[in-house]
């Protein structure tokens, strides 16, 4: 069973640099499991203990803005 504490935690891909969250939740028996990343199939985490990840999803980051710095700036 269960405890109603649940986590979220973040996690980078050593690969690629891909960020991702998932939700860490304690069980009273033991679990064990990994995560591999989507880009580029490496492992991303694993775990054993009485503890369990799901949830997993990727960090949505908004893009870099390019353009003029001094946009609507006369001179």
């Not at 998932?22 to 503890?51: P, Q, Y």
């Amino acid at each position: 069973m269960a405890n109603s504490i649940w986590t979220t935690e973040e996690f980078t891909c050593t690969g690629c640099g891909m960020n991702y969250t998932a939700t860490r939740e304690e069980h009273s028996e033991l679990h064990s499991g990994s995560f591999k990343c989507s880009i580029c199939s490496g492992e991303v985490h694993a775990w054993s203990g009485k503890h369990h990840f799901f949830g997993w999803q990727a960090v949505k980051t908004k893009p870099p803005v390019f353009g003029r710095r001094w946009a609507g700036v006369e001179w």
